[in-house]
T-cell receptor, first 113, second 113 residues
Framework: DAGVIQSPRHEVTEMGQEVTLRCKPI?????LFWYRQTMMRGLELLIY????????DSGMPEDRFSAKMPNASFSTLKIQPSEPRDSAVYFC???????????FGDGTRLSIL | GQQVMQIPQYQHVQEGEDFTTYCNSS?????IQWYKQRPGGHPVFLIQ?????EVKKQKRLTFQFGEAKKNSSLHITATQTTDVGTYFC?????????????FGIGTKLQVIP
């Protein structure tokens, strides 16, 4: 069984550039979560989807961040324009129901110079 | 908003010593989940507690859920170097008809051989 697949694994870019992170959830999972992890703030929930519909985006830091889920097998998290303070590890996770254990991808380590 | 406080944030132990991390929620939880993240890895689900006062064991790991379903603990007996990592609790509760999840800040465990 393939797990949650994220790409890229690492991204280094200059501030002001657009960054797109990608996630493929586990097949059959109806919920998809995007998290940001930093030393200072830990694991923060940014947004989650149910059946491709955004349910709670209260964790999205600001308008520079946007997330989409065009179909059940693909989601993107976009940062435009990127800033150095966006540097973090971004995780995608999925599960079959929102109160069930989450399966995390390997994460994208993002560095904004 | 809903908070899950986790202490301590860091813990160094000698191999063979015991280790405990605690989580406290500001509100009653539906359930609580525990995850482990190895250095450079992603959070991996360990266990879920649902019932008031529940106690579950996995080899040297003992998980407890408080009677009021507001606090939980993870205890490791006789730590080994393989226990190194960050342990997260994740509180699950209902809001607006949806299940919500908040992760604690995590406890980073270092085991000194």
């Amino acid at each position: 069984d393939a797990g949650v697949i994220q790409s890229p694994r690492h991204e280094v870019t200059e501030m002001g550039q657009e960054v797109t992170l990608r996630c493929k959830p586990i097949s059959g999972h109806d919920y998809l979560f995007w998290y940001r992890q930093t030393m200072m703030r830990g694991l923060e929930l940014l947004i989650y989807f149910n059946n491709n519909v955004p349910i709670d985006d209260s964790g999205m830091p600001e308008d520079r961040f946007s997330a989409k889920m065009p179909n059940a097998s693909f989601s993107t998290l976009k940062i435009q324009p990127s800033e150095p303070r966006d540097s973090a590890v971004y995780f995608c996770a999925s599960n079959s129901f929102s109160n069930q254990p989450q399966h995390f991808g390997d994460g994208t380590r993002l560095s904004i110079l | 908003g809903q908070q899950v406080m986790q202490i301590p944030q860091y813990q160094h132990v000698q191999e063979g010593e015991d280790f405990t991390t605690y989580c406290n929620s500001s509100t009653t939880l539906s359930n609580i989940q525990w995850y482990k993240q190895r250095p450079g890895g992603h959070p991996v689900f360990l266990i879920q507690l649902v019932k008031s006062g529940e106690v579950k064991k996995q080899k040297r790991l003992t998980f407890q859920f408080g009677e009021a379903k507001k606090n939980s603990s993870l205890h490791i007996t006789a730590t080994q170097t393989t226990d190194v990592g960050t342990y997260f609790c994740a509180g699950v509760w209902t809001s607006g008809g949806y299940q919500k999840v908040t992760f604690g800040i995590g406890t980073k465990l270092q085991v000194i051989p």
